[in-house]
């Protein structure tokens, strides 16, 4: 049998600003080894009179930066743990972690492509991890990322993301905004829709890997879709967060 | 290690007491799949017992219906952290499907098997004695696709990864055979009040 994923107590190094209520904490390890993009680590807070409650946060960063990982946080109103890890937490402190786990929702390029992510809020968060892994690998793959946010202050890795893509002629990113697109915008202003999905496929040919995080109603609105357009559904990975929404 | 400046949200005793090590209380139903939901036609579903049984045995969905069904209410927790408390659930207890078929007694281990591939791995000594039921309805409603339906297997006292959503069918063996989850890190038993969440806790 594997042995046991153990806890280990890291050192947050920096803190960083993503987006509207989003921060990247990057956190040293001593114990680190290399994950596969998509996968996650577990968080423990541990209050002085014993009370301890624990979430998983997906790993932002690639494998390929060794001895650090990086989450990316979206703080939840009223939450109990990401608005300790956005506001409370601070350079220096230390956090207890073990990771990495889950080898479902994974991506390398050893699995080869046509690559399709579609992300949805923070969703993006292990979609970047798998993009990040593909530049540091220098790979040709041809992948898009089609990344749905409210608002372009919303936008995780904005920046970062421009310049991967402008790098890089396999890579493409296809923006939409669902609440306010910002002045001059003239590309998707809606949910990722079957137009959207269709007009990314036919880029992407034959035996495309689809990855799909986001919220539950995008997740199944998207998988749904991709599954009726003919995708087989065994090439469709998903990753969801939230309730039905219904 | 204590969590410099986290104090926590602390639950009254009444429902703290009710959180497996870990857990945080949600209201809400979240919805956790590891790839699309799949969508099989009622006149197309069957739930089949097999493998180490006298002669396997199915039944088509309006016969499922007719079987002796209870009302569960139970708690449940997601490996991913969540436990809802009070779940309220309508379906047949795997106790009344056992009763048409004859085991094997090398029978101790069940893979639960679903649409769309998914398997999970159970000891047979914990599904039977009312800890195992599938479910067709959840708080009165039929039970949507999301979260299973038409039809999920429920192992409250295990995490929910191992309440097979879509479930269509049981299969009996003398071994314990890792199902999907299983196979990729995560615990061959999945005990909340142990934190059995990964390979080797």
């Known amino acids: 049998m594997q042995p046991a994923v153990e806890w280990q107590i890291g050192t947050v190094t920096r803190i960083r600003t993503e987006a509207s209520q989003t921060k990247t904490l990057t956190v040293a390890l001593p114990n680190w080894v290399a994950h596969r993009p998509g996968q996650h680590y577990d968080v423990r807070l541990t209050a002085p009179d014993g009370y301890r409650t624990e979430r998983s946060y997906s790993i932002a960063s690639e494998p390929e930066r060794v001895g650090e990982i990086d989450f990316t946080v979206e703080q939840i109103d009223d939450g109990e743990v990401s608005p300790y890890l956005d506001d409370v937490l601070v350079t220096g402190d230390q956090l207890e972690v073990r990771g990495p786990i889950g080898g479902y929702f994974v991506w390398d390029v050893s699995l080869g492509g046509p690559l399709l992510l579609v992300g949805g809020g923070s969703g993006v968060v292990p979609l970047m991890a798998m993009l990040r892994h593909r530049a540091a690998q220098h790979s040709s793959i041809p992948a898009r990322l089609l990344y749905s946010s409210r608002s372009a202050d919303d936008v995780i890795y904005g920046a970062e993301l421009d310049t991967l893509a402008a790098a890089d002629d396999a890579l493409e990113v296809i923006l939409t905004f669902t609440r306010r697109a910002p002045p001059g915008w003239t590309g998707y202003q809606r949910r990722i829709d079957p137009a959207m999905l269709s007009d990314v496929l036919q880029q992407l040919g034959e035996g495309v890997r689809t990855y799909v995080c986001g919220p539950t109603l995008l997740v199944e609105a998207v998988s749904n879709a991709l599954v009726a357009m003919g995708q087989p559904a065994e090439r469709i990975r998903t990753e969801r967060f939230g309730p039905t929404g219904k | ?201």
């Open chain 2, 1 to 201: 290690m204590i969590s410099r400046g986290f104090l926590g949200r602390k639950r009254p005793a009444a429902v703290a007491n009710r959180l497996p090590p870990g857990q945080y209380l949600v209201t809400d139903f979240p919805v956790l799949s590891a790839g699309p939901t799949p969508h099989t036609p009622l006149d197309r579903w069957s739930f089949t017992l097999e493998g180490l049984v006298g002669a396997p045995v199915s039944w088509t969905w309006d016969e499922f219906l007719k079987l002796p069904s209870q009302v569960f209410t139970v708690d449940i927790s997601c490996v991913t952290k969540w436990t809802k408390l009070d779940t309220k659930w309508l379906g047949v207890s795997v106790d009344t499907l056992l009763q048409s078929v004859q085991l094997d007694p090398t029978a101790h281990y069940v893979t639960a098997f679903s649409d769309g591939g998914y398997t999970t791995n159970l000891p047979l000594a914990e599904m039977v004695n009312g800890q195992a039921f599938i479910a067709y309805q959840f708080d009165d409603k039929t039970l949507e696709p999301e979260h299973g339906g038409p039809a999920r297997l429920v192992v409250p006292h295990l995490y929910f990864w191992k309440s097979a959503k879509w479930v269509r069918g049981l299969r009996f063996a003398a071994r314990d055979e890792p199902g999907f989850w299983e196979s990729l890190g995560y615990n061959m038993h999945g005990d909340p009040w142990k934190e059995e969440r990964y390979t080797g806790d």
